[in-house]
């Protein structure tokens, strides 16, 4: 049963526009939110993070926005480099554990 | 400073024998988190240890086990391993305790059970 969803598995966006990334939940007692971006043959890499207490949080180009009530965070990034191009996760905790999203890929052309 | 370190780099065992990873974090960091990550189930977290003790727990088999040691360097071990184990594991450490917070990642251990 998957606690966390990314349902588009790819993105595509132009540089210098504006790339959202969106990630569903089912259980209303997580308590933080995290995304992570990854390249090929690399470990994860922590991007941002954002409080269950919070709606919003943001860190340079990046912003992630939590919605409770739809159990719905998002992810924009303004603008869109290439170098953005990568698979990102989203991850919630909750009860001592964390699960992850299966990712979504994106493409940002030059 | 160094990042996060997995030995070895790949591991090719068969069906019902046991393996055992390691993971060297990054200095000063105490805490160290392992996950698996597959096409089918994608990335799911294993164990966090803190401090030698087991903090935080997924939702895997008593099979898979870990511990750390005093320098905070810990190992994963699986024990009568199953083809479905095939798979990469990471290896993720941070400064505080917790898996809610930023977590630096290494590059992985793939694992291939035949």
């Known amino acids: 049963d998957q606690q966390v969803k990314q349902n588009s598995p790819s993105l595509s966006v132009q540089e210098g526009r504006i790339s959202i990334l969106n990630c569903d939940y089912t259980?209303?007692?997580?308590?933080?939110f995290l995304w992570y971006k990854k390249y090929p043959a690399e470990g994860p890499t922590f991007l941002i993070s954002i409080s269950s207490i919070k709606d919003k949080n943001e860190d340079g180009r990046f912003t992630v926005f939590l919605n409770k009530s739809a159990k719905h965070l998002s992810l924009h990034i303004v603008p869109s480099q290439p170098g953005d191009s990568a698979v990102y996760f989203c991850?919630?905790?909750?009860?001592?554990?964390?699960?992850f999203g299966t990712g979504t890929r994106l493409t940002v052309i030059p | 400073k160094a990042g996060v370190t997995q030995t070895p780099r790949y591991l090719i065992k068969t069906r019902g024998q046991q393996v055992t990873l390691s993971c060297s974090p990054i200095?000063?960091?105490?805490?160290v988190s392992w996950y698996q990550q597959t096409p089918g189930q994608g990335l799911q977290f294993l164990f966090e240890y803190f401090s030698e003790t087991q903090r935080n727990k997924g939702n895997f088999p008593g099979r898979f086990s870990g511990r750390q040691f005093s320098n905070s360097r810990s190992e994963m071990n699986v024990s009568t391993l199953e083809l479905g184990d095939s798979a990469l594991y990471l290896c993720a450490s941070s400064l505080g305790q917790g898996i809610s917070y930023e977590q630096y990642f290494g590059p992985g251990t793939r694992l291939t059970v035949t």
């Open positions: 259980n209303s007692m997580f308590d933080y």
């Open positions: 200095s000063g960091h105490r805490s």
């Open positions: 991850a919630a905790t909750g009860a001592n554990n964390l699960f």
